[in-house]
């Protein structure tokens, strides 16, 4: 079963043979990857989280921290082209795509910190430390 190829892979490497020299057909690009690769590590202090987003521009990039959820969100523009020109063939990625996770523990959203270098995000989301012992109410 492991040898099985997808079948969209199957149909794509039967006739890419084909499609150099013998035809050009006119393709429109191809969506996002369903999902957004991340690693996760963690330290005593802080979760580090590098997600891979290729071909995206930094301020496409949404970052939403919420307790524990941790919310991306990216899109890519496709360029459109001019009236004199006509699209042969087109692969690269378009569109938008988003990815939630939960962490183990909630992060102190007012120190988190991200930056986007090589297709790559990375954030250190601190954890929240939480407070020794409970708080006692007062009764009015």
């Known amino acids: 079963m492991s040898n099985l190829v997808p079948r969209n892979r199957l149909l794509d ?6 499609s150099e020299g013998f035809f050009i057909r006119p393709l429109h690009g191809d969506s996002l990857p369903e999902q957004i690769r991340i ?12 997600a891979e987003l290729p071909g995206v521009k930094k301020e496409d990039i949404h970052i939403d921290v919420q307790g524990a959820r941790v919310t991306l969100k990216a899109e890519v523009h496709q360029q ?7 699209s042969l063939r087109s692969e690269r990625y378009y569109g938008s795509v988003a990815r939630s996770f939960e962490l183990p523990s909630e992060v102190e959203t007012d120190q988190a ?15 929240r430390q939480k407070s020794p012992g409970g708080r006692k109410l007062e009764i009015e």
Do not use: C, H, I
Request: hydrophobic share 30%.
């Open 39 to 50: 690693d996760v590590q963690e330290t005593d202090n802080a979760f580090q989280v590098s």
């Open 113 to 127: 910190s991200a930056r986007y270098e090589d297709g790559v995000l990375k954030m250190e989301l601190p954890k």
């Open 13 to 18: 490497n039967f006739f890419k043979d084909f």
């Open 80 to 86: 459109d082209s001019s009236k004199d020109e006509r």
